[in-house]
């Protein structure tokens, strides 16, 4: 069975509140998670070193047991990082 492309292999925290994620198809995308911190659920979040604990977990960007976001909008709604911010 292949892997789905929005797998979540890695993810890289930012301090200006995005993630650099890489994907099970191998693409590169920053994810800004800012417009998160209006929403109740990620509140924890607005804690800056709360946010740069993030993991890749399970196929997806978790934080702890309450706190992740479903991998299939960290795809859809990443921005593809190109070759020369990849350094």
């Known amino acids: 069975m292949k892997t789905p492309a929005w797998i979540v292999r890695e993810v890289q925290p930012k301090e200006d509140y995005t993630l650099l994620l890489t994907f099970a198809d191998g693409?590169?995308?920053i994810y800004d998670?800012?417009?998160l911190l209006e929403k109740s659920i990620y509140?924890?979040?607005?804690?800056?070193a709360f946010f740069l604990s993030a993991k890749a977990d399970?196929?997806?960007v978790v934080w702890n047991d309450d706190i992740d976001i479903a991998p299939e909008h960290l795809y859809e709604?990443?921005?593809?990082?190109d070759n020369a911010?990849?350094?």
Do not use: D
């Open 27 to 29: 693409v590169k995308k």
């Open 33 to 35: 998670a800012r417009p």
């Open 43 to 48: 509140a924890q979040l607005k804690n800056p």
């Open 58 to 60: 399970c196929g997806t």
């Open 77 to 81: 709604h990443g921005q593809v990082v």
């Open 85 to 87: 911010f990849r350094a």
